[in-house]
């Protein structure tokens, strides 16, 4: 399983905040923490929660996926050969064929 780096969800936090002209006293209101939370947070220095991440993407109209793993339309097709590509190569239909299955779930 791959770990989550903190460090890099913290910068992509900071990045959506400052495009969105907010400061970490206003994003911390957005939320209901404090502003040193969201330092810590940007810096990679603490590991927020689910629900905390989940606010912070509501927030700054972003989704879990760029956040957390830096996922975007721009950058999905390469995301998705790389998962693909650690598929063994046996399952890979398999692999296609259930995320086309989630897909038409999700619409």
Same mark, same amino acid.
């Given at each position: ?10 910068? $992509?936090?900071?990045?959506? $905040? ?7 006293? $206003? ?6 923490? +404090? ?7 940007? $810096?990679?220095?603490?590991? #927020?929660?689910?629900? =905390? ?9 972003? +989704? ?11 950058? +999905?097709?390469? =995301? ?18 259930? #995320?086309?299955?989630? +897909?038409?779930?999700?619409?």
């Amino acid at each position: 399983m791959k770990e989550l780096d903190y460090v890099q969800i913290g910068k $992509r936090i900071k990045i959506k $905040r400052k495009e969105m002209e907010l400061t970490q006293e $206003r994003l911390s209101e957005l939320i209901d923490v +404090s502003p040193s939370y969201i330092s810590e947070i940007e $810096r990679g220095n603490s590991i #927020c929660s689910l629900a =905390t991440i989940s606010n912070i993407c509501y927030a700054l109209h972003t +989704s879990l996926d760029y956040l957390v793993f830096g996922i975007t339309e721009s950058n +999905s097709d390469q =995301t998705f050969t790389e998962v693909l590509k650690s598929v063994p190569e046996k399952n890979h239909k398999l692999f296609i064929d259930l #995320c086309e299955n989630i +897909s038409n779930s999700l619409k």
